[in-house]
């Protein structure tokens, strides 16, 4: 900074003795109190568990002028050990090993960011083979007890002058560096135009080359608020930003694009690229920057160095940028436990339904406004960055709890009650947000990302339009879903998954008619696994209809064999349940198609199981799809019937064979009179229609006689059989064969089953 007259003047107005202006503080402290003693006064450390050890070297140490904190190690952690930046330490080696390694390691800077800590361990009389490994520990010297005044002197003296050395290196370091930022301001860069500004007074100094690139006359000593008014009013908030975060250290660098109006009214468009200039102990003193006019060359948003900052669309901070800041926040912290931050990831609730009908134009204007609304309720020491497509991020630092981070989302959540205007028209976004809060317990701040990320799915599944935060239980399932993506993955190459058939029951003869195929999991350690604990996260990985598949395909292999030596009339066939990712898989037909030749079966052995809703959104596939597998004599049954679209269009429209009762009407049929008229409807609706009904969920003796009386076509439940392994369903076939009433065989073994575990 080029210092004004005023402060010139007082400069050498001062009394003699005052601070010069180029000395180091420390060095002229320790100038002004020995009369000419060239030694710095030092920030010393003492601890030790002997009460007096401390006073002695307490007292040794203030003598010689020294800012002093002793302490015992029990009343180190009151001690804010960054904040005072010991320059000279002296402890006692017996410290605990992990108190003692702590404390060496927040003693010890980077050369290049802050003076170097000498560090004295104060040990009884010690073998030399001891002193090595006092000096490996991270010591440089050390004190032998009893100690000596005179010796403890002496190694004050040697540690003062090594301080006294890292000073004037720094001193020389910073002089070096600003000597060097102001030769390339007082010469320039050919049509570049260097800018250098202080960021403690924001006084700025530009370069003769400014009067070039704006066109007229440019005052060369000015201030960054100043010359932000030659910025384009749409660049200025940008830039600004930019500058604060290098202001606050969050940035160590800057690049990016502006533009400004020469004084002919003449727009230009200029690339700034900037360093910033830091002490000895790390904090950011000023600014140096080249700002070369790209006009011609039209690099605003190609240059794919600018794009590492700024998102071209929004305008807000990038990744890259987003990344910088969260380490930053992330080391402050971990430094600082009082400054704590928070990271809010939010994506827009059903944005591809306004790229998918509106178009992705409109959709990019939603996102412009979406950030400038972001902005506009953000802090200025927040970092709001667009992560991707529809994702953003902010990190807001200083959030002292999870009511604060939760007060931000509530800001931001309120902010979208109030629709955007594009082209003319009204439109409403909201979004789901997730919150994960900084803790000691976190080695990476990344992982931060991840948890928010998750939080933010968590929203989602809660209904959208809301905020999580990542808590502990969120962080167990988190994990335990990982380990089983990792075991269904390892799952589907070795084929753990095999088929379980539960039988379906004619009412009106007692015969078996089939079995449905239901999934079960093998797993090597817990055993069957229902798909109810892991059908969802298999969806989520793409990897369900490979499990559907495998199943499928096993089941195929085992019904034509069961004819065979089964020959029971109607030929047993096989029900298999069809997922919507499935159902919508172009080769599905093929694929089928296949598998029956392969396994020497005929279309009219299987049925697929589709729910409503797979029709209802996909209709004209449906229907393309239905009439092919129509063409190939495959049966279709609609799977919980009743508590979809219930739209009976779709009944006419499509080859449907059969309606499959949903449990929960079945379930609640004798208790709920509702439930009941629900499941005559559908039975008085099948028989009008030709369709088969079946009722699944049959639990008790009381369900079946009711469903037999409302002329329901077929059952299952695990009343008359739970789901089987492939041995268990040949055992039945074995025993019911040859009966005349299949049902009655098997409720009648399964009295006696029961009545032989009684009496046992």
Not at 156 to 163: F, L, N
Not at 289 to 318: G, K, Y
Not at 568 to 577: E, F, G, K, Q, Y
Not at 675 to 685: A, G, Y
Request: negative net charge; proline residues 4%.
């Amino acid at each position: 900074m080029i210092p004004s007259d005023s402060s010139a003047n007082k400069a050498e107005r001062a009394p003699k003795g005052n601070l010069r202006r180029n000395d180091p503080p420390d060095a002229q402290r320790g100038r002004n109190a020995a009369g000419g003693d060239q030694r710095p006064l030092l920030r010393c450390l003492v601890v030790s568990h002997d009460v007096d050890v401390r006073s002695l070297v307490e007292s040794m140490l203030k003598v010689r002028r020294h800012t002093v904190t002793s302490c015992g190690p029990d009343e180190l952690d009151g001690i804010d050990i960054d904040g005072l930046a010991p320059q000279l330490a002296i402890i006692d080696w017996r410290l605990p090993d992990r108190l003692a390694l702590d404390l060496i390691g927040r003693l010890h800077h980077d050369p290049g960011s802050a003076p170097t800590c000498q560090v004295l361990a104060i040990a009884e009389e010690n073998s030399g083979s001891e002193a090595s490994a006092i000096l490996d520990a991270g010591y440089c010297d050390v004190l032998s007890e009893p100690l000596e005044p005179a010796a403890v002197e002496a190694r004050i003296r040697v540690h003062e002058q090594i301080a006294g050395q890292f000073l004037r290196l720094e001193k020389a370091f910073a002089d070096l560096h600003q000597s060097h930022e102001r030769l390339l301001i007082s010469c320039g860069g050919q049509a570049d135009g260097m800018w250098d500004a202080d960021l403690r007074t924001g006084e700025l100094v530009l370069s003769p080359e400014w009067d070039k690139l704006i066109g007229g006359p440019v005052d060369r000593q000015t201030t960054v608020d100043r010359w932000l008014d030659l910025v384009d009013e749409e660049d200025r908030d940008r830039i600004r930003q930019l500058i604060d975060s290098v202001a606050r250290g969050e940035l160590h660098s800057l690049e990016g694009h502006y533009r400004v109006f020469r004084a002919d009214g003449a727009s230009r468009r200029l690339l700034v690229r900037g360093e910033t200039v830091r002490d000895g102990a790390g904090e950011t003193l000023r600014l140096v920057c080249r700002h070369t006019d790209v006009t011609e060359d039209h690099l605003a948003f190609d240059e794919p160095r600018t794009n590492l900052l700024i998102d071209p669309l929004t305008r807000l901070a990038s990744r890259t940028v987003l990344l910088d800041r969260l380490r930053h926040a992330f080391a402050r912290a971990s430094r600082m436990k009082d400054k704590p931050f928070a990271v809010l990831f939010f994506d827009i609730d059903r944005f591809k339904n306004v790229n998918d009908s509106l178009g992705h134009l409109v959709g990019d204007k939603l996102l412009m406004a979406i950030a400038d609304r972001v902005r506009s309720i953000c802090r200025p020491s927040d970092t709001v960055c667009r992560f991707g497509g529809d994702e953003f991020v902010i990190v807001a630092e200083d959030v002292e709890s999870v009511r604060d981070a939760t007060s931000i989302a509530g800001r931001l959540h309120q902010e979208f009650q109030v629709p955007f205007t594009l082209d003319g028209s009204e439109a409403y976004a909201t979004v789901s947000t997730g919150i994960a809060m900084w803790h000691p317990g976190y080695d990476k701040p990344e992982n931060l990302l991840r948890d928010a990320d998750n939080a933010m799915y968590r929203a989602k599944e809660l209904g959208r339009n809301r905020y999580a935060v990542f808590d502990e239980k969120m962080h167990a399932e988190v994990v335990a879903t990982l380990e089983l993506e990792n075991d269904l993955r390892r799952a589907v190459a070795r084929k753990e998954f095999l088929p379980f058939y539960q039988p379906i029951i004619s009412l009106d003869r007692g015969n078996l008619v089939g079995f449905e195929v239901l999934a079960r999991w093998r797993h090597p350690t817990r055993g069957l696994v229902r798909p109810t604990e892991f059908i969802h996260v298999a969806e989520e990985m793409g990897i369900a209809v490979q499990i559907d598949r495998l199943v499928a395909e096993e089941a195929c292999r085992q019904l034509r064999p069961w004819q065979v030596q089964y020959r029971l009339d109607p030929p047993i066939s096989i029900s298999l349940n069809i997922s919507t990712t499935q159902f919508l898989q172009l080769e599905l037909v093929s694929r089928i198609d296949h598998t029956l030749r392969q396994s020497g079966l005929y279309g009219r052995d299987i049925k697929l199981e589709v729910t409503e809703s797979v029709l209802m959104e996909n209709t004209e596939h449906a229907t393309a799809m239905l009439d092919q597998l129509s063409a190939l004599d495959i049966g279709l049954s609609i799977d919980d019937f009743g508590t979809g679209y219930s739209s009976l269009a779709y009944l006419k429209r499509f080859e449907i064979d059969s309606l499959k009762i949903d449990y929960s009407f079945v379930s609640r049929m004798i208790e709920d009179v509702d439930s009941m008229e629900i499941v005559r409807t559908i039975v008085d609706l099948g028989r009008n229609l030709g369709k088969t009904t079946i009722a699944e969920g049959v639990e008790t003796d009381a369900q079946l006689e009711c469903l037999r009386e409302l002329g329901v076509d077929q059952v299952q439940g695990f009343y008359i059989a739970r789901p089987m392994p492939a041995d268990q369903a040949a055992e039945l076939l074995d025993r019911i064969h040859l009966s005349r009433n299949h049902l009655q065989t098997i409720l009648v073994d399964r009295l006696v089953e029961e009545q032989n575990i009684d009496l046992g």
